[in-house]
């Protein structure tokens, strides 16, 4: 019997937590449009308003993390990045890695 229940208790962690990751990717999506993203960015991180700012879609999740927090951090300051520390300003990491995940699986 106690098989059985680690058997069901494996299954029901799976089915969990693939249910978080849609919920975490759908709510990345939803992050991306409230705080502005598709702005300066376009729609889906694949069309940027100008040449000089990055295409996000289909890039690596821990690479945006990283560039996100090093921005708001004041680490990363070169290039455009003063431009984006205002709009990460308010964003938590919880927020950051939800918006990554998101872009991250934009094809």
């Keep these: 019997m106690s098989k059985i229940k680690t058997l069901l208790l494996g299954a029901s962690i799976s089915i969990v937590a ?18 502005n993203c598709q702005t300066c960015h376009g729609a889906e991180g ?24 090093d921005i708001k951090s004041g680490a990363r300051s070169n290039g455009l990045a003063v431009s984006m520390k205002a709009m990460v300003a308010g964003v938590t990491d919880a927020e950051f890695e939800a918006i990554a995940d998101y872009l991250s699986n934009v094809k």
């Design 18 to 35: 693939s249910m978080s990751f849609n919920t975490q990717a759908a709510d990345g999506k939803a992050l991306y449009t409230a705080k």
């Design 46 to 69: 694949k069309a940027p308003i100008i040449s000089a700012y990055p295409k996000l879609s289909g890039q690596n999740k821990d690479y945006l993390v990283a560039q996100m927090k």
